[in-house]
């Protein structure tokens, strides 16, 4: 079965998450990927990948995705959070990182994280 991935990036994040998902793009592409709206258009615009988009950040998306990890629907999250810009849904996005720590779902709110996830992800993957 597919990894099932969220990619999910703040606004001065998402320059970040391009960079990202370009050095794991062939890892990223046999996974099946769900994001967030703006960070989800980026990811198919610039980098080619085919992801399932939710609605924005700001109006619900991580809520939409904080349920499908509820429903088992997502292996691992890599969300890059702006710890230095108040967010409009502070709640939402505590919830996700919250359903994250309930479920034991693995959880990379950093570039530094993200890159030792995915690097571990990718290298499971191979036969
Ligand atoms: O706000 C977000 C996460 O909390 C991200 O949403 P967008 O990808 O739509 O910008």
């Known amino acids: 079965m597919k ?9 001065k994040k998402k320059d970040d998450m391009i960079a990202l998902a370009t050095e794991y793009r062939d890892f990223l592409a ?3 990927l769900v994001a967030t709206g703006t960070t989800g258009g980026r990811l198919v615009n610039e980098v080619g ?33 702006d710890p230095m810009t108040p967010q409009p849904h502070e709640p ?13 779902t693995p959880c990379a709110t ?3 994280s993200a890159h030792l996830v995915l690097s571990q992800l990718q290298l499971r993957a191979q036969p």
């Open 92 to 104: 939402d996005i505590n919830a996700l990182v919250r359903a994250c720590d309930v479920h034991n």
């Open 49 to 81: 990948l085919q992801v399932e988009r939710k609605h924005s950040g700001p109006f619900g998306g991580d809520l939409q995705i904080g349920s499908l990890l509820v429903e088992g629907m997502i292996d691992c999250v890599i969300f890059l959070r």
């Open 30 to 32: 046999t996974c099946s």
């Open 3 to 11: 990894t099932r991935i969220a990619l999910i990036a703040h606004d």
């Open 110 to 112: 950093n570039m530094a």
